[in-house]
Every structure is written in C-alpha cells, then in structure tokens.
C-alpha cells in the first residue's frame, strides 16, 4: 500500500431513472414558490440577508445546525420534489484559514442525499445503551427504539444504524449519528423523531427546545420565517410520528426533511453518458498510441508489428516486460469534456445556466492516458478474446498497476495471463494518483469537495469511449493482428463482437460498480471488495486516520467534522455506487446487454471497505448474498444454489485476518484482509469462470484449501511481493466442479 493511499478518503430523464432506482413519489404537499427570487450564480434567495431568514433556531439542541439535515435548510420551490435547498454560509463551519463554506453547490440541488447520515448533537451527553447501532440496526424498527425514521407516504419505519461518533475525544461536542440502512429514495419526506427513551448520561430524557415545545402545545404558527415555511407540515410529523408508534408526549424532537430528486442525484451521470453516447454514433473518437513494448518471445504472434509502419508519434521497443505480460500499449483516448476548465485541479462540472441539473456539454474534448496489457496466452489462443476492462485502486494509475516491473507479484495481471485476457483500463479521473492535490485541498477546505467529486462523473463515463476506440481502431488495427502458433491466418487481437468484462479492485470495485452501470457494452463484471455511501465508509476506513489529522488541523471540533462529511455526500452522490447498483442487473440503463451477469466479491473483515458499506451496497442492488456466508445481511436474500446462475450476486471470503470493529471509527491498523482475497487461485478460479466460462458463480473452489473443508470459503493468504511467490495459475477457466 503507497503512503498516500489513505488520501483516497478526502475525498434517460429523471422519470426514466426513477423507476429504475425506485420510485420518485409525488412531491411533497408544499406551497409552491415558483416566483422565489434565486440568484443562479449563488443559490440563495435574493432576500436570504433578510431577517429572520438569516436566523435559524434550533429544532433540538442549541443550535441550527446542532440537527442536519432539516427543513430549516431548504425551502418551497418548483422543482420535482417541492423544494430546493437553502443554506447560509455563517450556520456552518470555516476553514482553518477562515474561509466559509461555499454553500452554492448545495442550493443548485432539490433536497439532501438520499442517504444522507443524520447528524445530531445534542443538548448534553447521551447514554449509548438503548441506541441501535450496527450490531443490532432492527431495533431501530422496535417501539421502544429512542430514535426513529418514518417514511412520510407510506408511514413506514426505515431501519438505521444509531451510532456515537468515536472520533470525538470528550462527549462535549460528540455527535449522534444516524445512518439509513437503505437509499431513502427520491423525493422523499422523512420524518426523524427522538423520544423520551434517548437517554442522557444523568439518567434523563433529553430537554426540548423552545420551538418544539410551542408546536407540541398547539400553538397555530411561528413568527419565525424558516419555520413558517412548513410550519404546518411540521405539525403533521408529529401525526405521522403517532401513526408509528410514538405518542405525542413521547417526543423530545421531531422534524423532517426531503430528499433530491433523481435528476439530481443519478441525472448528471446519466445525462453525460447520453451525450457521450450520441458523439460515438457518429464515429469513434480520437486514440493516440505513445509507446508498443513487445516481449521478444512473442514477436512471431504479431508479425505485422515490425513490417508495417507504426502509428504516428509512437515508439516501439522489444524487450521482456514481465512474465505476464506479453504486449503492453499505452497512449491516450479523447473524453467529451463537460467541466468548466478542462483538467485543472479547480475544474468543476458545467452546469446549466437555469442551475439544473442538465450539464452544459461544450463541443469539446479532452485527452486521458490508457495502458493495454496481454499475456502470452492471449497471444496464442486461436480465438479472438473480448476486451476486458479493469479499474485500479484508490490514488493509484492505471499504468502503476499495468507497468508492473519484472519479477514482480501483481494479481491482476497473473489472473489475466492465466485467463488468455486482453485487458485495458484509465486513470479514476478524480481519485487517481494526479489527483492527490486536489484531495489535499480537500482536506484543507471542504468547499473544494465538488472538484474531486465532479471530475468521478467523467470517470464513471469515460470507459464507454476507451472501450469504443479500441475495439475500433487498435483491436481491429492490422499492425496488432495475432497469428498464434500454428495458425494459418491472423486474428484480430480482440474479439468486437463479443460483449466486454470487467474486473477491478477496490477504487476499480467502488467507481466500478457505477461504470458498469452506466457502460452499455460490458456483458459480464467481477466487481472486487466493493461498498457504497462515501459517508459511511469513510471514518471507518483504515485508511482515514491519518487523512482525519489533516481536517482536524482545518476543523478541529469533531461535531464540525460529522456535519461536513454529511454535507460531502450530496457531492459524492453523483458518482456512489449505493444510487447506481439498481441500473447495474436490476433496471438497466436502455441499450444495456440485456444478458449482463455481476459478482460482487467481499473479503471478510476488510479494514478499508467494511461490511456495513458492501451491504448497503447489495441492499441497494437487489442481488442475493450467496451462501452460506460468513455473516447474513439484513433485508439481503440468501441463496446457497452451488453452481449459482443467476444475474448478480454477493459473494463473502474470509482471509482470516480478523473482523472490522463497530463504530465509525477506523481500526487501528490495516489488516490486509482488503488485498487478500484476490491472491488466492481457488478466487482466480472463480473469477474467470464468471467473467470467461459459463458465467456461473462457483464457491466450492475453495474447498480444497478451506480450514475446515465446508463452506463459507475460510483461505488464509499471503500476499506475495515476488512473482516467484505467488501460486500456480489452476487451468482458467476451469471445468466445472466435480
């Protein structure tokens, strides 16, 4: 793991897209304020200074802010959910340096996430032993649950984990949190309540505040701007909070809030795949190839390479380049480019002049590096292969996981060589290695955040382009035409018609998922040691302890810290995988292979990516955790079918490296479990037969390794630095299991 890769954590209509996420309801029953005077170039009223909108009391606590989010924060207007958000700079926390949050980005949008964490802090310390936190998230459905979350259509309660924050030194600023187990969905009105139940560390319930107490006693309205707004729907939570279960008089505080809309959230993405989409039908897009490196043994295989002359600008060079790697590409690829400047570390996404969420594509184009590999087999199976795509880790490139030096151990490309694979992977535009500026401006000050965040739109899309212009212009190019031994006639060096795979690890897991919903090509995917909802993942990764030195040292009161990442994930939103695993199997995007199969692997007790990130992420997929697991998932269906031929599935290993802790706080050391897992051949095994065989999902592999011979598959691995130390490749793909 590089020193920096812990700076990895600073980090087709809204109708169509509703159905497929789940359904964006009816708005809200607001007033609409069609005729509110917003400045496009800010987001706020034009009267925002005005009192007493510049006010905000409290709901619960001492503060406005001391409850995020609620409807303080936003307001009535015609959008699709009924609102748009409203947010003042001064209610939240400087910089370091002094600077106020940028709030803009935040009131373009028609609501919060709709997995925004809800960021509490109360009035005095709370007593943790009622609260439902991750090892017991059902009794936050229960009636004596001291925190609860309501649907407001259906009146449903929403399962949630009740969590102290563990980051906080002392209890004098420490944060409650609360964390939706699933999306909320689109355009929502959730109702939160707090009860008499939520305990201090006295022994007491938690005091009301004054405003509270006013509606509790009937009182008809507030003179107060920000509560009139909904003062009367604000009466109906307490009604729909009864209709759950919560007496009136049980009430310490109560407010709800609404969620963005699906043009919001998923819209972006899908808007600039769309766009992407429509300049590709009028032909593939530029490919510049920089540099060819062949291994001498395989010159034979390619026998045009030396005759014919090269592309223009690139180089050629015969030598050994690694023992799995036989052909190795890199150069560049052309990306429709809808960000207001370009590549530069402060370019954020161009948004429409009315603050839509349609993007401002420009006829315009970037250029993003590529690297090819493949393995002698690939240059000696007499069938074509398909283009595999791969996706690297966190702050990593492309070209550091591809220009492995020799004798080097490297997972990915071993598995490719045994496979006979043509792989081709970019840089995660965003979270790549270049990008670590832009993560430590992040940490600094977080009105950055849209400059890391914008530039994954262009990620999640920029693998439809790639793809597109190598299959048309280098796999089908006669320079790189394959002759395996033998053969009498040369071969294309990938197979276009056959659909793509993909596999990527980690970063290539998270970002992967969203690309594979969004590329319309990719037929069969291996998405490695995944999760989903950033927030979430983020102060439980070990490889945030030292990235959360860096924002205490800009924002050093830990309730500050829980407020801004909560705010972070309307950002992360547009590129989490937890709001694009529905359109991966379940509600494709149109023009998708209507036959795409996806696995998700996860190894067990992952220190980066953790268990309750990876079932959010399968809750939010609809897909089965394949059994029998090593822990069930709630509201996750099992399925122990061995061979499994379903459409997508989660699949747990365990390394034997231990458990993630509970709580938000990251373990205290990384325990490699993250790494594990893709070194052990019986996973190899599996991997290819769904991305190369007959697409079925076998566990059993493992058995014959397993610790205690059953299933679920318990593998302890080492991780090789040597090439010479890694395992023998099984035969890939392997027979079916006998």
């Not at 087709?12 to 009816?26: F, K, Y």
């Not at 008809?220 to 009367?232: E, N, P, T």
């Not at 849209?450 to 597109?468: E, N």
Request: charged content about 15%.
């Amino acid at each position: 793991m590089t020193p920096l890769r812990w700076l990895c954590v600073a980090l087709l209509c809204a109708l169509a897209l509703a159905t497929a996420c789940g359904v964006e309801d009816s708005a809200p029953t607001v007033a609409q304020d069609a005729a509110a005077a917003v400045d496009v170039a800010t987001g706020q009223d034009t009267d925002a200074a005005q009192s007493p909108l510049d006010d905000c009391p409290p709901v619960f606590g001492e503060q406005c802010q001391s409850v995020w989010p609620w409807f303080a924060f936003q307001k009535p207007a015609a959008t699709p959910t009924g609102v748009r958000n409203d947010l003042l700079s001064q209610w939240f926390p400087v910089s370091g340096e002094g600077k106020p949050l940028d709030v803009a980005p935040y009131n373009r949008r028609d609501g919060v996430s709709p997995v925004t964490p809800v960021v509490i802090l109360p009035a005095k310390p709370i007593d943790p032993s009622n609260l439902a936190d991750e090892t017991r998230p059902d009794a936050s459905l229960a009636a004596t649950s001291p925190t609860v979350m309501v649907d407001a259509l259906t009146g449903a309660r929403i399962r949630h984990v009740a969590e102290l924050d563990l980051n906080a030194e002392t209890d004098q600023r420490r944060a409650l949190i609360l964390r939706p187990y699933a999306p909320l969905g689109y355009g929502r009105k959730i109702v939160v309540g707090l009860t008499k139940a939520l305990l201090g560390k006295d022994g007491q319930p938690m005091p009301q505040a004054a405003a509270f107490a006013d509606l509790k006693a009937g009182k008809a309205s507030s003179s107060h701007g920000r509560l009139q707004r909904f003062w009367s729907e604000w009466q109906q939570d307490l009604t729909t909070l009864e209709k759950a279960g919560v007496p009136k008089e049980a009430q310490v505080a109560t407010w709800h809030f609404t969620t963005a809309s699906a043009a919001w959230v998923t819209g972006p993405a899908v808007d600039l795949r769309q766009q992407v989409l429509a300049k590709l039908t009028k032909g593939s897009l530029g490919l510049r190839i920089d540099s060819i490196e062949v291994d001498p043994a395989a010159l034979a295989a390619l026998p045009n390479l030396q005759a014919a002359p090269l592309p223009q600008g690139a180089t050629l060079t015969v030598k050994f380049i690694h023992q799995d790697i036989a052909l190795r590409v890199r150069g560049e690829f052309e990306l429709p480019d809808a960000m207001t400047k370009g590549q530069d570390a402060d370019s954020t996404l161009n948004w429409a002049a009315d603050g839509g969420p349609a993007l401002l594509l420009q006829p315009k184009t970037t250029w993003r590096p590529f690297a090819l590999v493949a393995g002698p087999k690939a240059l000696q199976d007499p069938l074509a292969p398909p283009l595999t795509l791969y996706g690297h880790g966190f702050l990593r490139t492309i070209c550091k996981d591809f220009c492995i030096k020799p004798l080097l151990a490297d997972a990915a490309t071993h598995l490719f060589a045994g496979a006979g694979a043509v792989a081709v992977g970019t840089d995660w535009w965003g979270l790549s290695e270049l990008d670590i500026g832009t993560a430590l401006g992040v940490s600094n000050d977080f009105s950055r955040v849209p400059q890391l965040t914008d530039k994954l739109v262009h990620a999640a899309v920029s693998f439809i382009p790639l793809s597109r212009a190598i299959q048309a212009q280098l796999a089908s190019d006669p320079r790189f035409a394959v002759l395996p031994t033998g053969a009498s006639k040369a071969r294309p060096l990938t197979d276009p018609a056959l659909g793509l795979r993909y596999t990527g690890n980690s970063l290539g897991g998270i970002m992967g998922t969203t690309m594979v919903a969004l590329h319309p090509d990719i037929e069969r995917a291996v998405v490695n040691v995944a999760g989903g909802v950033w927030s979430t993942m983020m102060n439980r990764s070990s490889n945030f302890a030292t990235f959360l030195v860096i924002v205490k040292g800009s924002y050093p009161d830990p309730f500050d810290q829980q407020l801004l990442f909560a705010l972070m994930q309307s950002h992360w939103d547009l590129s989490d995988p937890v709001h694009f695993a529905p359109l991966v199997v379940q509600a494709p995007l149109p023009g998708t292979r209507p036959q795409r199969q996806v696995l998700w692997p996860i190894s067990w007790g992952d220190s980066q990516v953790p268990a309750l990130a990876s079932s959010m992420l399968a809750r939010a997929a609809g897909a089965p955790l394949l059994g029998p697991p090593v822990a069930g998932w709630p509201d996750v269906a099992g399925d122990s079918q061995q061979p499994f031929g379903g459409k997508a599935a989660f699949v747990q290993w365990d390394s034997l490296r231990g458990t993630h802790p509970p709580g938000n706080a990251a373990p205290a050391e990384d325990n490699l479990s993250h790494y594990a897992t893709r070194w052990m051949p019986e996973y190899w095994q599996m991997v290819s037969r769904v991305l190369y065989g007959d697409g079925k999902v076998e566990q059993r592999y493992c058995l014959a390794r397993d610790t205690d011979g059953v299933l679920p598959c318990t593998l302890k691995q080492d991780i090789a630095e040597m090439a010479a130390q890694m395992l023998p490749l099984p035969p890939l793909p392997p027979a079916d299991y006998k």
